[in-house]
């Protein structure tokens, strides 16, 4: 049975591995490590384990950490120097602290810093996600977070609840609660008269990503609502169900679950497929969630209908243009008219080649080609569908 409520989260047997990503603002606050309310946190993952859940944390909190130590302005972030140097002493502090407070609870912590590139390389990813799960074998909470001392600008997550989409989907996780500064999403911004709640949501669809404002209350954190719905979009591809809610009480993890008898406080996001769909393998799970491709093609609107009603792979007389230069191979984005994403997957052709035979039917391509083409351009088995059409 799949989770379809806040409450199903503390059952093991639907929601038997959680990843849990903690935002900077929740561990630092104006005076120091919030280490109470950290200890709690704490508490509750000590619950879960005795529940019988498999737990993976995505913490937060070095930089800021980091440049508190080290006197930096701007929380660290003044420059990519700052922010890189603050992240190498603020790292040190960071998993010591989780280290010391899950095993004052039985529990031993493991420290896994990645880069996006970890995870948008398959090797690397078929590495990350064999030690996760070796650690979760052997008892152990790994604690993740972005290696942000050596990141650059052009290379990084940006912030880590697409990180912990990404170890979700690493792990195989059953659901991510991204613990932040508000009780969820909204049907227009919370400080506005009138705003409401969201509760279930199933599917991120434009109205959806309407409602979402790219402001984070506290002003520490490096993301906003809509990042966390495009971490909704990665996760759910994996068939993972993420819960957004406010990390800033006592038992946050209770209060968004709901206590017995009383009914949670988040946003709960459902994962939905396409009609007919099987859940994807382990390959186009990490084909849709990467965050970077080589380049882009467009496609048009019948091209659109075959790649997600009837499952088939993208032809060459459905493609409207290519955008970037890649090879034979590489991951690309398919693309509507309209620039929404449909798909990520492997290219069959050079980015020129694909030019040249667009808009034509196979028995036009070998006059252009000088050889017989192949059977598409992105092979359905080398690609991930990521569009989800509105309810009807």
Known sequence: ????????????????????????????????????????????????RRRGQNVIVVSSGAVALGARTLGFEKGGRG?????????????????????QLLNNHGLTAAQMLVTLMD????????????????????????????????TTQELRFGDNDRLAARVAQASGASSVLLLSDIDGLYDRHPKEPGATRLEVVKGITPEIKAMASTESNSGMGSG??????????????????????????????????????????????????RRGASKPGARKVWLGGRLRTKGR????????????????????????????????GDPVSIVNSDGVVIANGLSEYDAK???????????????????APRSSVVHRDLMSIKYVPPVA
């Not at 603002?25 to 619950?47: A, H, K, P, Q, Y």
């Not at 591809?237 to 006592?250: D, F, L, M, P, Q």
């Open 224 to 273: 906003g609502m809509v990042s966390k719905l495009q971490a909704v979009e990665i996760a759910a591809i994996a068939g993972a169900s993420v819960v957004i809610g406010n990390g800033h009480c006592e038992r946050p993890v209770e209060r968004i679950m709901g206590r017995p008898g009383e009914q949670g406080i988040g946003t709960l996001f459902l994962p939905r497929r």
């Open 297 to 328: 093609i467009i496609i048009d609107d019948g091209a659109m209908n075959a790649l997600i009603n009837e499952g088939a792979s993208l032809l060459a007389k459905g493609v409207i243009e290519v955008e970037g230069l890649f090879r034979r």
């Open 119 to 150: 995870l948008e390389d398959r090797r690397r990813y078929l590495n990350v996600t064999a030690t996760i799960e070796r650690l979760l074998d052997a008892g152990v909470v790994p604690v993740i977070n972005e290696n942000d001392s050596i």
């Open 79 to 99: 420059s990519l120097a700052d922010a890189q140097a603050s992240a190498a002493v603020g790292q040190i502090a960071l998993s010591g602290m989780w280290s």
């Open 1 to 48: 049975m799949p989770i379809t409520k806040l409450a199903d989260f503390a059952d093991p047997e639907l929601n038997p591995c959680i990843v849990i990503k903690v935002g900077s603002s929740l561990l630092v606050d104006d005076d120091g490590v919030r280490t109470v309310w950290l200890n709690g946190l704490v508490g509750e993952i000590s619950e879960a």
């Open 353 to 371: 080649v694909i030019h040249s035979i667009r808009r034509l039917h196979s028995n036009e391509q070998q006059a252009v080609l000088g050889y």
